[in-house]
């Protein structure tokens, strides 16, 4: 029997780790297909949708750099300056 709970141990403490990167990986996927498809909203001139997008991305990953930046550029585009 305690071979077995040592076996069980190892096992879990070994997939936790595995678990937790591919959570983060999917946050990494999702933000960028937000941001993909804002920019792809952007281009086509469809900056409402663009705007919706780069929120998306941003709530993600508050940190998001480029998100932030198309997302003003979109406002400014919009003319609603206040909420670039």
Do not use: T
């Not at 959570?23 to 792809?40: I, V």
Request: hydrophobic share 45%; with cysteine; aromatic share 16%.
């Amino acid at each position: 029997m305690k071979c077995r709970d040592k076996w069980l141990s190892v096992v879990a403490f070994g997939l936790i780790p595995f678990f937790l990167s591919a959570c983060s990986l999917d946050l990494n996927a999702r933000k960028q297909r937000y941001f993909q498809d804002g920019e792809a909203f952007f281009k086509k001139g469809q900056y409402e949708a663009a705007v919706n997008q780069f929120y998306k991305a941003i709530r993600v990953d508050p940190n998001y750099v480029e998100a932030h930046f198309q997302l003003a550029e979109s406002y400014m585009l919009m003319q609603q300056s206040d909420r670039a």
